[in-house]
């Protein structure tokens, strides 16, 4: 299993991707977007060993697409960060303590994110499971807590 992962985050870095090709890319990632502009503070993570889905539409080709995706937002002020996982199995979104924000914002590109309330969780267990993303080849981490992005646990 490879440590490669695309990941898109800045407006000049969308297309081609850039690549985390080791758990100090994670690092280098994490502080790129605690110093970048704060309507760039989220960046999406596919893993290269996991499998494409192919659209069908018929009498043309298949389109691949990734069948999960890794966000990842940090916010430079309150040293916290969120994640949101998606795959087949649903959207998931990390589960922070009572006492963080209520509908934070991220941005991806420029591009607003507004997440569920109380998702925010300590930057060092943000690090952690996009290591864990990128180690297990790209199953959702279990280090973190996690509930459903859209639906009251």
Known sequence: MSLR??????????????HLDSLEDVDVLIDELL????????????????????LRDPG??????????????VDRELQVGVLLFIDRSGNF???GPESSRNAPEYYLAGHWTQFRDQVEIPLDLVREAVKEFLSSGGQR???????????DD
Do not use: F, M
């Open 5 to 18: 992962a695309e990941v898109r985050y800045r407006r000049g870095r969308i297309e081609p991707p850039d």
């Open 35 to 54: 110093a970048g502009p704060v309507n760039e503070n989220l960046a999406q993570i596919i893993h290269l060993d996991r499998e494409s889905i192919v």
């Open 141 to 151: 981490p279990t280090c973190v807590p996690w509930k459903n992005q859209y639906l």
């Open 60 to 73: 043309r080709p298949g389109t691949e697409i990734p069948d999960h995706e890794l966000q990842v937002g």
């Open 93 to 95: 979104v990390t589960a």
